[in-house]
């Protein structure tokens, strides 16, 4: 079967730290990679999605980058977290003519 | 583009009655339709999924319906119960591909079903 991992599920870092969140896909192969944030009070915002290894879209300009090293591995990173990118993030993956699995969500709280 | 309307945004029902949700979408040209559910401090957990060929799925006691040409969807739960309560999401994925991998999310309706 098909399952997605994420981690850590919480995470509390300072400002100007460094970030790395993992997800990773079970149970299918060259999948759709996204990465969303959800802020207090907002609606999901996509972030970065990736249609291949190495194959990154970024949808927001910002401080935080994404990338695929594996067919089934997205990492969500940051060299210096902001006080703004506190934030739940969700990992999610799809295939064509599928519809969208999320992972269980990382809550970042930058302090 | 694509904007997504879900009423109402919070529900409040008691135990044991039937409720529907709804969703709008402004472009008619989507792929498919998906409902999740989302509970405090949770991911998204996926519902029902609707092709843009099809006019209902049914999973339970839920049952989802679409009509693409008037851009609405329905989210229909029976004999609703406390653990439904949550907040519920309609997303749409357009034609097409390159950047059109990206879902249409609404804001939610966040249900409650009172004991």
């Known amino acids: 079967s098909q399952t997605i991992h994420q981690w850590p599920a919480t995470l509390v870092q300072p400002v100007g730290s460094p970030l790395s969140l993992e997800c990773t896909v079970e149970?299918?192969?060259?999948?759709?990679l996204y990465w969303y944030r959800q802020a207090a009070g907002r609606g999901l915002q996509l972030l970065f999605y990736s249609v291949g290894i190495g194959q990154i879209s970024s949808e927001v300009p910002q401080n935080l980058s994404a990338s695929r090293p594996q067919d089934r591995q997205f990492i969500l990173s940051s060299k210096k977290l902001l006080l703004s990118d506190s934030g739940f993030y969700l990992c999610?993956?799809?295939?064509?003519?599928?519809?969208?699995?999320f992972g269980s969500g990382t809550r970042l709280t930058v302090v | 583009k694509q904007e997504v309307t879900q009423i109402p945004a919070a529900l409040s029902v008691p135990e044991g009655e039937n409720l529907v949700l709804n969703c709008s979408f402004t472009?008619?040209?989507?792929?498919?339709l998906q409902w999740f559910r989302q509970d405090p401090g949770k991911g998204l957990t996926s519902l029902l999924l609707i092709q843009s060929s099809q006019r209902e799925q049914t999973s339970g006691r839920l049952n989802a319906s679409l009509d693409k040409s008037s851009g609405r969807s329905t989210l229909y739960i029976a004999a609703s119960q406390p653990g439904d309560s949550a907040t519920y999401l309609c997303?749409?994925?357009?034609?097409?591909?390159?950047?059109?991998?990206?879902?249409?999310f609404g804001k939610g309706t966040l249900l409650t079903v009172n004991p």
């Open positions: 472009d008619s040209a989507i792929y498919n």
């Open positions: 997303a749409v994925r357009p034609v097409g591909g390159g950047s059109n991998y990206k879902l249409t």
């Open positions: 999610a993956w799809s295939v064509t003519q599928g519809g969208y699995t």
């Open positions: 149970g299918t192969s060259n999948p759709n």
